[in-house]
């Protein structure tokens, strides 16, 4: 049986913080809030797969409140989904991404952030899809305030 789902993730820009996205350095003035270490696209992957699956979402997993996810590498937080799925009997097939930000630009980054990412999913790189989209200076991703993210994931459930 194959089976689809969504996840969303944003995050706020902040200063003194590295901007990590799929797990790679991207460079950028500045980084991203949050607990971990704030990769909004392996959030939005992770809640993806878990809906998918029916099991729940990235903060029942590990939730901000608990100080072992304090700037946690989010591929290991991926790594662990993958395993839980996995030994619930399913499979990441193919993950679509589609990141919203006006800068940094994502093209130069993609073929890295599909690399890890088909790593840690086990998949080949042509099963993971990067695409960066500008918002056309509308809103808050439009004045640069941060980005958002959103991730379709496809399993296969055996």
């Known amino acids: 049986m194959i089976r689809v789902g969504i996840g969303y993730d ?3 820009f902040v200063p003194g913080r590295r901007l990590v996205l799929a797990g790679q350095h991207i460079v950028h003035d500045f980084g991203l809030a949050g ?5 909004a696209v392996a959030h939005a ?3 993806a797969l878990l809906g998918a699956t029916g099991a729940g979402d990235i903060g029942q997993l590990f939730p901000d409140t608990d100080p072992r996810w304090r700037d946690a590498d989010s591929l290991m937080l991926l790594h662990t989904v993958v395993q839980l799925l996995r030994d619930r009997g399913a499979d990441p097939v193919h993950i679509d991404v589609t990141v919203i930000v006006e800068q940094p630009r994502i093209g130069p980054y993609r073929e890295a952030m ?5 790593r840690v999913l086990g ?3 042509s099963s993971v899809s990067i695409k960066g989209k500008s918002n056309e200076g509308m809103g808050w991703i439009g004045r ?3 980005l958002a993210v959103i ?3 496809t399993v296969e459930v055996r």
């Open 10 to 12: 944003s995050h706020r």
């Open 144 to 146: 640069g305030e941060g």
């Open 35 to 39: 607990h971990s270490d704030a990769d």
């Open 114 to 118: 599909s690399t890890a990412l088909a």
């Open 123 to 125: 998949v080949t790189d």
């Open 151 to 153: 991730a379709v994931a």
């Open 45 to 47: 992957i992770i809640d």
